[in-house]
């Protein structure tokens, strides 16, 4: 069915009046709501639908997998694939951005377009903390895992739109088959109009109040290698730490600079002595070194965050400290100005490594067998891609990719990993690692999306 047919029939569907359709691309409000993380590959939709009720949702799901109209669901638009042509629509949640706090069954139930501040502030109201960085049935790396296990290990149960346009509860008790899948692979099989997370005791977090430490140190490049050496000795040695670091520009001429953002879950005066291998390096500057509400961390993250731009993520995993040589990143500093040289447009590309530390995971029961499957990996290191040319990002994505096989050089090939938030092109295998899982995800996917509603993934 043609899409301009579609919306004329949707008007007559019923659908409460807070719905909203936008249908005019030449419309300010239309153009706005398309900004994305990345301008690669970003489409113009024939329609934006916004639906204001689960119920809704349901019906206007329904109605396009009846009349064959592709459409694809948008969040936080944070991906590089909440997008799509002109023959389809986009279901914008951007309407439903609710969340409800249960402290008596300790969980928080949170509508589509929730972001995650939000979550994180209305459960840090009651005295509850979750994981930062992450939309659990799509993903799970965050802060909290050394103390609560991964994001999607956190869901408790689920709210879905089938690809027949069914609205079903997805939890250990009913569709349990699909709980193993929507823990990391949600979106390939439904539209999930909301979670069901579990929540956690601000006392985890070291402090009463569940303050942490959040500190942005800088050096010079030249200390690239040391400082990657003292990060993998933090993380050898600390439980309760989060650190990324790696070559980044510096604002506002964007030259590189070694950057490191370090989280200790406690006091500032015990992030000190973990961190103290890196502190004791001497930064060039510390622009922040304090306790900071929990809620707050998320605010040093802001620079990652922006929409626009041409960017490319490659997050390769290292299953092995060994696997990623200091050196390594003094070769991250040079692929940079290598890339950065032919295409000064691509001066915002850098690439640095992330790890949690491994923590007393068995404070709360975390999910082992589910769809995530990165378990094993000790560190990430992302090769960001970002520039203002889609040329020049291109070209840096072949760089990341010559970087990638270098730090892949001691890994053996079954190893390989590749974080699926960010690539789409990688192969599956090691996107979605062991045979067994990628058996029963297929499988599911069989049952449950067979003719690709939620794209062809899996099939
Ligand atoms: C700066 C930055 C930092 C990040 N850090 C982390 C991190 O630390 N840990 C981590 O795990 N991930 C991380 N990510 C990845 C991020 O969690 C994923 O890209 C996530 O999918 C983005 O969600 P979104 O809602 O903003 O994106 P969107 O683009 O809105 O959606 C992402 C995908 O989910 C689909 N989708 C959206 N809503 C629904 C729904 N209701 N039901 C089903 N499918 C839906 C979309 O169609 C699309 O395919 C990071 C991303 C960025 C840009």
Same mark, same amino acid.
């Given at each position: 069915?043609?899409?301009?047919?579609?919306?004329?029939?949707?008007?007559?569907?019923?659908?409460?009046?807070?719905?909203?359709?936008?249908?005019?691309?030449?419309?300010?409000?239309?153009?706005?709501?398309?900004?994305?993380?990345?301008?690669?590959?970003?489409?113009?939709?024939?329609?934006?639908?916004?639906?204001?009720?689960?119920?809704?949702?349901?019906?206007?799901?329904?109605?396009?997998?009846?009349?064959?109209?592709?459409?694809?669901?948008?969040?936080?638009? !944070?991906?590089?694939?909440?997008?799509?042509?002109?023959? %389809?629509? /986009?279901?914008?949640? @951007? *309407?439903?951005?609710? =969340?409800?706090?249960?402290?008596?069954?300790?969980?928080?139930?949170?509508?589509?377009?929730?972001?995650?501040?939000?979550?994180?502030?209305?459960?840090?109201?009651?005295?509850?903390?979750?994981?930062?960085?992450?939309?659990?049935?799509?993903?799970?790396?965050?802060?909290?895992?050394?103390?609560?296990?991964?994001?999607?290990?956190?869901?408790?149960?689920?709210?879905?739109?089938?690809?027949?346009?069914?609205?079903?509860?997805?939890?250990?008790?009913?569709?349990?088959?699909?709980?193993?899948?929507?823990?990391?692979?949600?979106?390939?099989?439904?539209?999930?109009?909301?979670?069901?997370?579990?929540? !956690?005791?601000?006392?985890?977090?070291?402090?009463?109040? %569940?303050? /942490?430490?959040?500190? @942005? *140190?800088?050096?010079? =490049?030249?200390?690239?290698?040391?400082?990657?050496?003292?990060?993998?000795?933090?993380?050898?040695?600390?439980?309760?730490?989060?650190?990324?670091?790696?070559?980044?520009?510096?604002?506002?001429?964007?030259?590189?600079?070694?950057?490191?953002?370090?989280?200790?879950?406690?006091?500032?005066?015990?992030?000190?002595?973990?961190?103290?291998?890196?502190?004791?390096?001497?930064?060039?500057?510390?622009?922040?070194?304090?306790?900071?509400?929990?809620?707050?961390?998320?605010?040093?993250?802001?620079?990652?965050?922006?929409?626009?731009?041409?960017?490319?993520?490659?997050?390769?995993?290292?299953?092995?400290?060994?696997?990623?040589?200091?050196?390594?990143?003094?070769?991250?500093?040079?692929?940079?100005?290598?890339?950065?040289?032919?295409?000064?447009?691509?001066?915002?590309?850098?690439?640095?490594?992330?790890?949690?530390?491994?923590?007393?995971?068995?404070?709360?029961?975390?999910?082992?067998?589910?769809?995530?499957?990165?378990?094993?990996?000790?560190?990430?290191?992302?090769?960001?891609?970002?520039?203002?040319?889609?040329?020049?990002?291109?070209?840096?994505?072949?760089?990341?990719?010559?970087?990638?096989?270098?730090?892949?050089?001691?890994?053996?090939?079954?190893?390989?990993?590749?974080?699926?938030?960010?690539?789409?092109?990688?192969?599956?295998?090691?996107?979605?690692?062991?045979?067994?899982?990628?058996?029963?995800?297929?499988?599911?996917?069989?049952?449950?999306?067979?003719?690709?509603?939620?794209?062809?993934?899996?099939?």
């Amino acid at each position: 069915m043609e899409i301009a047919t579609f919306v004329e029939q949707l008007k007559t569907a019923s659908l409460s009046s807070k719905t909203t359709i936008w249908a005019d691309p030449s419309k300010a409000d239309f153009q706005d709501s398309l900004a994305r993380r990345t301008d690669v590959g970003k489409k113009q939709p024939g329609a934006i639908i916004m639906p204001a009720s689960e119920d809704d949702a349901a019906k206007i799901v329904k109605l396009a997998v009846e009349s064959s109209v592709p459409f694809v669901a948008k969040a936080g638009g !944070h991906s590089a694939w909440s997008t799509i042509g002109s023959s %389809g629509f /986009v279901l914008d949640f @951007s *309407l439903m951005r609710a =969340v409800e706090v249960d402290t008596g069954r300790q969980t928080a139930t949170a509508s589509a377009g929730t972001l995650i501040g939000d979550i994180v502030d209305a459960v840090a109201e009651q005295g509850y903390c979750r994981g930062l960085h992450t939309v659990d049935h799509r993903g799970g790396i965050t802060v909290l895992a050394p103390l609560i296990g991964f994001g999607s290990d956190n869901i408790v149960s689920a709210r879905m739109i089938t690809a027949k346009g069914d609205l079903i509860t997805v939890s250990k008790d009913e569709n349990a088959e699909l709980l193993y899948a929507i823990k990391a692979a949600g979106q390939f099989f439904g539209v999930v109009t909301s979670l069901t997370v579990k929540i !956690h005791p601000l006392s985890i977090l070291g402090s009463p109040e %569940g303050s /942490v430490w959040s500190a @942005s *140190l800088l050096f010079d =490049v030249s200390k690239a290698a040391d400082v990657a050496r003292a990060a993998i000795e933090v993380k050898k040695t600390t439980t309760r730490s989060y650190c990324l670091t790696g070559v980044m520009p510096a604002p506002p001429t964007l030259d590189p600079i070694i950057l490191v953002l370090v989280i200790h879950l406690g006091s500032k005066a015990d992030g000190e002595e973990a961190f103290k291998p890196i502190l004791d390096l001497g930064p060039l500057a510390v622009p922040a070194s304090s306790e900071v509400p929990f809620g707050k961390v998320n605010e040093g993250f802001q620079a990652f965050e922006s929409k626009g731009g041409f960017k490319r993520w490659l997050a390769v995993g290292m299953t092995s400290l060994d696997q990623f040589q200091p050196e390594d990143m003094t070769r991250l500093v040079d692929q940079r100005g290598t890339i950065t040289e032919k295409y000064p447009s691509a001066k915002p590309t850098g690439s640095v490594i992330e790890f949690t530390s491994d923590g007393p995971w068995n404070q709360v029961t975390a999910e082992n067998e589910t769809a995530w499957s990165t378990r094993d990996v000790a560190t990430w290191c992302h090769l960001l891609c970002w520039a203002s040319e889609e040329e020049a990002v291109d070209y840096a994505h072949e760089i990341a990719e010559e970087s990638m096989r270098h730090i892949r050089r001691n890994q053996p090939k079954y190893q390989f990993s590749i974080y699926g938030n960010f690539s789409r092109i990688a192969p599956l295998e090691q996107r979605y690692k062991g045979a067994e899982r990628l058996e029963k995800v297929r499988g599911l996917k069989l049952k449950w999306d067979p003719n690709g509603v939620f794209t062809n993934e899996f099939l």
